[in-house]
């Protein structure tokens, strides 16, 4: 991870549902500005990585510190920590009852302590940004399934976040919309956005990503940049995996 001040960083982290145990020993450390991909099988633990970093998962052991600071279990620290830690989901997770420019700018004034003239400026900003200038007005039912994922980004960039987290966020949408999601991101990327991607898209992972983490039954298998990962996987399980996805 040369030439990436720390900001995320993981270590020793385990966690299990009941017997099953999802994350084994995860050593991760995420770079100011670095985009870092995760990608493996399906149960791998990939998603409550993703989640542990802002305690959406609680953690059995190890730890968990953002930009130095330890990430509190519960209370006022750990809702300011968990702003500074932007989430994409992927079923969107848009209030239904409000529109765009609504759903973008309520954190703003609940955490952020914004004016709601301020809060709501700063949403066409970002509206504008992931491409959706025009629709501040429309409600969820009223977009597409790619539409409502940019205004989650916005949603998630308008806490000012010092990184993102992105939790398969193409998985829920029709084909052609999976390009208009990943070009918003690949402009963050562009702009140095400190980015934690979860995702089954390759392309994605190999034009975007600083580094590529290949997970499989909870544990990290490989951390290498994508080009090194994508030419020469050095495990039976990477070659396994990319055999199968890149067929397609």
């Known amino acids: 991870m040369t030439g990436f001040e720390p900001l995320i960083q993981l270590s020793g982290v385990e966690k299990s549902f009941g017997a099953l145990r999802v994350l084994r020993d995860i050593d991760l450390t995420v770079g100011r500005g670095e985009v870092v991909v995760v990608i493996g099988p399906s149960g791998s633990g990939k998603s409550t990585l993703c989640r542990v970093i802002n305690r959406l998962e609680s ?130 990327a562009a702009g140095g956005m400190t980015m934690l991607v979860v995702t089954h898209e390759m392309g994605f992972a190999r034009s975007a990503a600083d580094r590529v983490v290949f997970m499989a039954d909870g544990r990290i298998i490989e951390d290498r940049p994508p080009e090194e990962f994508f030419r020469d996987p050095r495990s039976e399980r990477a070659r396994d995996f990319l055999a199968k996805v890149l067929k397609h």
């Open 59 to 188: 953690i059995d052991r190890g730890s968990v510190t953002i930009d130095g600071e330890p990430l509190p279990e519960s209370g006022p620290e750990l809702a300011r920590l968990r702003a500074e830690v932007g989430m994409v989901f992927q079923s969107f997770n848009l209030f239904s009852h409000l529109t765009a420019l609504r759903n973008v700018s309520l954190a703003q004034q609940r955490v952020r302590g914004r004016d709601r003239e301020t809060a709501e400026a700063r949403s066409r900003e970002l509206l504008a940004r992931v491409g959706l200038p025009d629709r501040a007005d429309a409600y969820p039912a009223q977009l597409s399934g790619g539409q409502q994922q940019r205004v989650a980004i916005a949603r998630a960039l308008a806490m000012d976040p010092k990184a993102l987290l992105f939790d398969e966020p193409t998985s829920a949408l029709d084909p052609e919309m999976v390009t208009e999601v990943l070009d918003v991101m690949r402009a963050l």
